[in-house]
T-cell receptor, first 112, second 111 residues
Framework: GQQVMQIPQYQHVQEGEDFTTYCNSSTTLSNIQWYKQRPGGHPVFLIQLVKSGEVKKQKRLTFQFGEAKKNSSLHITATQTTDVGTYFCAGPGSGGYNKLIFGAGTRLAVHP | NAGVTQTPKFQVLKTGQSMTLQCAQDMNHNSMYWYRQDPGMGLRLIYYSASEGTTDKGEVPNGYNVSRLNKREFSLRLESAAPSQTSVYFC??????????FGSGTRLTVV
């Protein structure tokens, strides 16, 4: 079945350092979405990428969609303690875009 | 501006008991979803409803049933709870072609 894999599973950084999480799919994706979940909270939608090679920025966050539309990355510049949480990527499941298959997530810890 | 509302927030069940998790959205979204989240395993889709009157199985449907009562409400039922169903359950809705809005979750423990 379709799989969406994320690496690393966990990363801890010093405040001010950069952070990157990577997402890889076993199949070509029509789009990819990214979510953030704070500890004890629920996932919150960050962004959707649709085009091959697309790059989008949200303040210190940069999202990329690979040319082959099988991988994606999220890069955070100069992390802050407010960035703590788990970041998930998600792609459409087989049989239609109506359902998303989530990666296992990357948990980010930021030490002040 | 409630978004997606889930009840209850916490529940403890004994093995074999049944319960229904309620979910309602006020954003007029067609699609609604139930996911479970277990440590280190991300979010796994249980059931979804692409529109009122339709439901489909996701990755892990065994042991669950759903009802799309109307456009607003999508409930998840555990007929005979098992310890393996201890998890955090999230309901979500989405407009066509955009991101999910999740509820705050139900933390279920089956003892």
């Amino acid at each position: 079945g379709q799989q969406v894999m994320q690496i690393p599973q966990y990363q801890h950084v010093q405040e001010g350092e950069d952070f990157t999480t990577y997402c890889n799919s076993s199949t070509t994706l029509s789009n990819i979405q990214w979510y953030k979940q704070r500890p004890g909270g629920h996932p919150v939608f960050l962004i959707q990428l649709v085009k091959s090679g697309e790059v989008k920025k949200q303040k210190r966050l940069t999202f990329q969609f690979g040319e082959a539309k099988k991988n994606s990355s999220l890069h955070i510049t100069a992390t802050q303690t407010t960035d703590v949480g788990t970041y998930f990527c998600a792609g459409p499941g087989s049989g239609g875009y109506n359902k998303l298959i989530f990666g296992a997530g990357t948990r980010l810890a930021v030490h002040p | 501006n409630a978004g997606v509302t889930q009840t209850p927030k916490f529940q403890v069940l004994k093995t074999g008991q049944s319960m229904t998790l309620q979910c309602a959205q006020d954003m007029n979204h067609n699609s609604m979803y139930w996911y479970r989240q277990d440590p280190g395993m991300g979010l796994r889709l249980i059931y979804y409803s692409a529109s009122e009157g339709t439901t489909d199985k996701g990755e892990v449907p065994n042991g669950y049933n759903v009802s799309r009562l109307n456009k607003r409400e999508f409930s998840l039922r555990l007929e005979s709870a098992a310890p393996s169903q201890t998890s955090v359950y999230f309901c979500a809705s989405r407009p066509t072609g955009y991101g999910y809005t999740f509820g705050s979750g139900t933390r279920l423990t089956v003892v």
